[in-house]
């Protein structure tokens, strides 16, 4: 199977064909819990990132020396190590992050994205492939929890990273309904009806001009 990967099209996979966010809906209780500000939003991507990286590359390496029988336990030891050394590398370098993420930065070992890819992905393929995969889908959900982040920040808290904004001409302008969890869900759906209905007028498109041809 390594033969056939084609890095490019791993890479488009993971940030827009398949999206982990928009697309296979995974992760939702992060996406949900730590987008009101874009802060939060991006420390979770970049661990996120980190860690789908590196347990793509090494469960790629140890692929052939781990029993299918124990293939599972065997991958969330090595996804609990690496969750435990961003834990501990946050909590040195940014203590404010790390504690505003709270237990969600935890809860990365059992993130559906992370175990997901694992199997899908880099017990499959070389550590090259594996390492673009985990990057790709990182980068994915790094953006979509970006983008919730920023029309919820925005718009519910009158704020971008933190920082106070006027929206509105002299006036501030928000709804505080969005910084909430009813707010995290209807952004969410908002969002996830216009790039269904983005992905659907485009497919419509390439489907009319194949026929043309």
């Not at 979770?44 to 336990?73: A, D, H, K, W």
């Not at 404010?96 to 199997?119: H, P, Q, S, W």
């Not at 925005?154 to 505080?176: D, K, R």
């Amino acid at each position: 199977m390594d033969q056939t990967v084609k890095l490019g099209s791993v890479f488009k996979n993971g940030v827009l064909t398949n999206n982990p966010t928009f697309v296979q809906f995974l992760g939702m209780c992060p996406t949900l819990a730590v987008t009101s500000q874009v802060n939060s939003a991006l420390g979770m991507g970049v661990g996120v990132v980190f860690v789908l990286v590196l347990s793509n590359l090494s469960i790629s390496l140890i692929r052939n020396y781990v029993p299918t029988e124990i293939r599972i336990p065997v991958y969330i030891v090595v996804i609990a190590a690496l969750v435990t050394i961003l834990e501990m590398f946050m909590n040195a370098f940014t203590p404010a992050l790390a504690a505003e993420l709270g237990t969600f930065l935890k809860l990365i070992v059992v993130n559906c994205i992370i175990l997901g890819r694992a199997e899908a992905f880099a017990q499959k393929n070389g550590p090259i492939a594996s390492m673009v995969d985990g990057f790709a889908m990182g980068l994915g959900f790094t953006g979509g929890l970006t983008l919730l982040a920023i029309f919820r920040e925005v718009f519910g808290s009158g704020s971008f990273m933190g920082n106070e904004i006027s929206l509105i001409a002299s006036n501030n302008f928000q709804l505080s309904l969005l910084t909430g969890p009813a707010g995290a869900f209807l952004v969410f759906g908002l969002l996830v009806a216009q790039l269904t209905k983005y992905r659907q007028y485009k497919a419509d498109k390439e489907a009319s001009q194949e026929a043309i041809a």
